[in-house]
């Protein structure tokens, strides 16, 4: 499957067939590629293979319900999340926010409703998020620079630091959000590895032999116990 990058993707999971025909056909009339899934353990193997801008899921499903799923996303991936569900009282409306998602519609809902409120949050997480060309395109760390659009690493006397194409993506992936620690398993996704602590220390290890003035001290990426890697930038403004 290929997914078209200039349009919102979706991902719709819920064990009801006719509402996954129902959200698949109206939100692809609308503009938006749509992939669903029956339940939450499909779920998780679509997110390991494609990211998405925005989750609708249904909160009633069996086996692993959409809160639980909810959560599960929440840590895992940066991605809004939409629940649906039969119920619609206020408890209910509280948990599913609780879980981590952004907003909560009651079935039945009126289609042209669930479009606008995807919108909202789209337009919400789309503010919240630095476009790339308004980002620094070159990065100070501790004595080497980082291009991020060209994504090539100098040392302090300006020489090209040469890395694997894992260990590109990986720095890559890092000066997203430099500054702020980033979840080994975002770091997995963006790898396309197997997403356990190990793999990825693997990696971070790997890179850091490569860019580190002192491997015993690292200072360019920096270990945050239970929040992941991040990537220290000097800010000279």
């Given amino acids: ?122 337009r919400r997480s789309q503010k919240n998020t630095i476009p790339q060309d308004q980002k620094k395109k070159i990065l100070k760390l501790n004595q080497r620079e980082y291009n991020i659009s060209s994504r090539i690493i100098k040392d302090n006397e300006g020489h090209v630091i040469n890395l694997t194409e894992g260990e590109a993506t990986l720095l890559y992936a890092l000066s997203q959000k430099p500054n702020i620690p980033i979840r080994r398993e975002m770091l997995a996704r963006e790898l396309g590895i197997d997403s356990n602590d190990r ?17 015993s001290i690292p200072s360019v990426i920096q270990t945050q116990r239970g929040k992941g890697y991040v990537l220290r930038v000097i800010d000279d403004d």
């Fill in 199 to 215: 793999a990825v220390d693997v990696q971070i290890t790997r890179l850091r032999k490569k860019i580190e003035p002192d491997i």
């Fill in 1 to 122: 499957m290929v997914l078209k990058a200039d349009l919102p993707h979706i991902l719709a999971v819920d064990d009801d067939d006719r509402i996954r025909r129902l959200l698949a056909q109206y939100l692809t009339k609308n503009g938006y590629i749509v992939v669903t899934a029956e339940d939450a353990a499909k779920a998780k193997e679509i997110l390991k293979s494609f990211a998405f801008d925005i989750c609708i899921l249904d909160v009633m499903m069996p086996g692993e319900n959409g809160l639980d799923l909810s959560d599960y996303i929440r840590k895992s991936y940066d991605i809004p999340i939409l629940l649906l569900t039969a119920m619609g009282e206020t408890e209910d409306r509280i948990k599913g926010l609780e879980s981590g998602a952004d907003d909560y519609l009651s079935k039945p809902f009126e289609p042209k409703e669930l479009l606008l409120r995807l919108q909202a949050i789209l």
